[in-house]
């Protein structure tokens, strides 16, 4: 294992000394100098690992909402269960929690902007974006994807700072785009 650096790392994102950026859009507060330089280098190891980008999406009282996530998986084959991994303060995952379904949009490489939207804290994340709902469960399926899965909520496990959500697929398809987006070492990818 490698020796924890001496310094702190002065060039965290966020607007506070103690934000840190996980991934885009996961900001997590640390607590003191040596919480923060084992933040950063947590960060640093687990970003050499390169992991698709993903966009996951809900309806609830029929308002659009969804979140720009990394953290996705696959779980099991039968029966078919996905996972993803959202922050605790995550107001999109509260509206998926209370709608019950989800649908993981796979980014394509053209959709770095995408990414950035849903990553934001903006109120209308889908103010100008393409989507239909899907067959299944009418969460929002994002125009121009690599793919899709349309799930319900099979479980939620407390993880830390995140909630593991493992969904049931009920629906799934390979988009119409073959290059996806990526995210390796801090940046976008493809």
Known sequence: MSELPKEPVESFP???????????????????ELAEVRARMFRDVLGRYASGVTVVTTVLDGRATGLTCQSFTSVSLDPPLVAFLPTRQSRAFASIQRSGTFCVNFLGAGQRELSD???????DKFAGVD?????????????GTVGHVDCTVHSIHEAGDH???IGAVVGLAAGDVDEPLLYYRGAYRS
């Open 14 to 32: 966020g607007s506070a000394r103690h934000d840190f950026e996980w991934r885009p859009g996961e900001t997590i507060e640390v607590d003191g």
């Open 117 to 123: 939207v849903f990553a934001s804290a903006s109120d």
């Open 131 to 143: 989507w239909t709902p899907t067959p299944a469960t009418g969460s929002p399926l994002l125009a």
């Open 163 to 165: 909630y593991l959500v």
